[in-house]
């Protein structure tokens, strides 16, 4: 082990390791250090095998202590020498006891300690491990009235990564890494979730220090940021979709043979090309550097499925949709029409009025088409639904129902249809 002396040697003339608050705090935390440096000084086997007899060790509960024929005999699966020799290295620097009375073995409290860490490190081995156990840190710092500051600093630094990669994934416009994105933000959203409930407990505590108090603000924005991502995501691939290529009446899409493209060897791949491209194509119209970071992408960084086997679907005829989306477009139209009359003219409106068309299905659409009233994302497409989204009305919710008299429609939540704009006569 390196004494102070040595660790010197690291820092600049005039510089003394206790002169930094950080080093000052490992230093004073050096007893349980040690404990970690036993435990992982040695090649990747040896550590292996130490961290298999200290867990073994620490898990018999009725009986902590253990004598050396109860260790011979538990560890029979393991060579005796190497035994022998893994039990006094963990003796000599400190995670075993030796009770020379009464030739037994015991765990030690730094043993402990570390055993402790290990064991929720290995619990999150799966899924986001980093999110889970740093929110699990301060869920636990949280509930003994002792929040760190680092823990937290790590939590929200790893937000902000993860928010920055899925905002990377939107940014590229590719269906598969927005995809892929989707699916890391729902495996680490219950990590998410768990972290929320943590940080509203210690926001609402009045002992909390300032600086926690602050860091747990980042942290409730960086939540709040990631929550909206879900609803980006949905209506970003609802684009795609919609942008998708559809092949003639086979029910096939781009994205269905770019699928089965990726599973293919480069071999199949240069049968499939062969006698079809005469020429080198050079796309003068993209950006060589963007081309050239897209390919090292796709080829070296993107992470693929292992064991994932994609088939071509059996063709079938595309579903006929025109009509529902003639249809679609006409009652939004017709709402659009009205909302505007409305929105010029300064009115307002009850909102089970405004909403109640002949049929059940009519009136939903209409609903749901109100409820958008105001949202950023959808007032940036450029169709009737984004004109609807930006006309100045707002909805007012009572939280009472009304009950018309209408054929397929119980109730409807009540409520006024505002205009922001104000009459002329009211200027």
Same mark, same amino acid.
């Given at each position: 082990?390196?004494?102070?002396?040595?660790?010197?040697?690291?820092?600049?003339?005039?510089?003394?390791?206790?002169?930094?608050?950080?080093?000052?705090?490992?230093?004073?935390?050096?007893?349980?250090?040690?404990?970690?440096?036993?435990?992982?000084?040695?090649?990747?086997?040896?550590?292996?095998?130490?961290?298999?007899?200290? /867990?073994?060790?620490?898990? /018999?509960?009725?009986?902590?202590?253990?004598?050396? +024929?109860?260790?011979?005999?538990?560890?029979?699966?393991?060579?005796?020498?190497?035994?022998?020799?893994?039990?006094?290295?963990?003796?000599?620097?400190?995670?075993?006891?030796?009770?020379?009375?009464?030739? $037994?073995?015991?765990? @030690?409290?730094?043993?402990?300690?570390?055993?402790?860490?290990?064991?929720?490190?290995?619990?999150?081995? =799966?899924?986001?491990?980093?999110?889970?156990?740093?929110? @699990?840190?301060?869920?636990?710092?949280?509930?003994?009235?002792?929040?760190?500051?680092?823990?937290?600093?790590?939590?929200?630094?790893?937000?902000?990564?993860?928010?920055?990669?899925? !905002?990377?994934?939107?940014?590229?416009?590719? !269906?598969? +890494?927005?995809?892929?994105?989707?699916?890391?933000?729902?495996?680490?959203?219950?990590?998410?979730?768990?972290?929320?409930?943590?940080?509203?407990?210690?926001?609402?505590?009045?002992?909390?220090?300032?600086?926690?108090?602050? %860091?747990?603000?980042?942290?409730? *924005?960086?939540?709040? /940021?990631?929550?909206?991502?879900?609803?980006?995501?949905?209506?970003?691939?609802?684009? $795609?979709?919609?942008?998708?290529?559809? &092949?003639?009446?086979?029910?096939?899409?781009?994205?269905?043979?770019?699928?089965?493209?990726?599973? +293919?060897?480069?071999?199949?791949?240069?049968?499939?090309?062969?006698?079809?491209?005469?020429?080198?194509? =050079?796309?003068?119209?993209?950006? @060589?550097?963007?081309?050239?970071?897209?390919?090292?992408?796709? %080829?070296?960084?993107?992470?693929?499925?292992?064991?994932?086997?994609?088939?071509?679907?059996?063709?079938?005829?595309?579903?006929?949709?025109?009509?529902?989306?003639?249809?679609?477009?006409?009652?939004?139209?017709? &709402?659009?029409?009205?909302?505007?009359?409305?929105?010029?003219?300064? *009115?307002?409106?009850?909102?089970?009025?405004?909403?109640?068309?002949?049929?059940?299905? =009519?009136?939903?659409?209409?609903?749901?088409?109100? @409820? *958008? $009233?105001?949202?950023?994302?959808?007032?940036?497409?450029?169709?009737?639904?984004?004109?609807?989204?930006?006309?100045?009305?707002?909805?007012?919710?009572?939280?009472?129902?009304?009950?018309?008299?209408?054929? =397929?429609?119980?109730?409807?939540?009540?409520?006024?249809?505002?205009?922001?704009?104000?009459?002329?006569?009211?200027?």
């Amino acid at each position: 082990m390196q004494d102070e002396n040595d660790l010197s040697q690291f820092f600049a003339n005039g510089f003394a390791p206790d002169d930094l608050p950080s080093m000052a705090s490992l230093l004073r935390a050096r007893h349980y250090l040690d404990a970690f440096i036993t435990l992982f000084r040695g090649g990747d086997d040896e550590v292996l095998v130490r961290l298999l007899i200290l /867990r073994e060790i620490g898990a /018999r509960a009725d009986a902590p202590r253990w004598s050396p +024929q109860d260790l011979q005999t538990h560890f029979s699966y393991l060579n005796s020498i190497k035994l022998d020799t893994v039990l006094k290295r963990l003796r000599e620097n400190g995670l075993l006891i030796w009770d020379g009375d009464e030739q $037994l073995y015991a765990m @030690s409290e730094s043993g402990r300690v570390a055993l402790a860490a290990l064991g929720t490190v290995v619990q999150f081995a =799966e899924g986001d491990a980093e999110l889970g156990y740093l929110t @699990s840190q301060v869920a636990a710092g949280q509930s003994l009235g002792q929040v760190s500051n680092e823990v937290l600093l790590n939590l929200l630094a790893r937000l902000n990564e993860l928010y920055a990669d899925f !905002e990377t994934a939107l940014e590229s416009q590719s !269906e598969f +890494q927005i995809r892929a994105a989707r699916e890391k933000l729902e495996k680490v959203w219950q990590w998410v979730e768990k972290g929320t409930d943590v940080i509203r407990t210690v926001l609402a505590d009045e002992e909390t220090d300032p600086r926690v108090y602050q %860091i747990a603000q980042s942290i409730a *924005l960086a939540q709040a /940021r990631m929550l909206r991502l879900t609803s980006v995501f949905h209506r970003r691939l609802s684009e $795609l979709a919609s942008q998708r290529v559809h &092949l003639g009446q086979s029910g096939l899409s781009t994205t269905n043979v770019a699928d089965w493209l990726r599973q +293919q060897t480069q071999e199949k791949l240069a049968d499939l090309g062969r006698d079809l491209v005469l020429f080198h194509p =050079e796309p003068a119209f993209v950006v @060589s550097d963007v081309l050239l970071d897209i390919t090292e992408f796709e %080829i070296l960084e993107r992470e693929r499925p292992v064991n994932v086997v994609s088939e071509m679907p059996q063709g079938a005829a595309a579903q006929v949709v025109g009509e529902i989306e003639a249809e679609r477009l006409l009652l939004a139209e017709s &709402l659009y029409e009205e909302l505007q009359h409305m929105a010029a003219n300064g *009115l307002a409106a009850d909102l089970p009025a405004a909403v109640l068309a002949p049929t059940y299905k =009519e009136t939903a659409y209409r609903l749901s088409l109100l @409820s *958008l $009233l105001g949202d950023a994302e959808a007032a940036l497409e450029k169709s009737i639904v984004a004109e609807i989204v930006k006309l100045p009305l707002s909805i007012e919710i009572s939280g009472e129902l009304h009950e018309p008299d209408h054929p =397929e429609v119980a109730s409807i939540s009540a409520g006024r249809l505002l205009s922001t704009v104000l009459n002329k006569a009211d200027k």
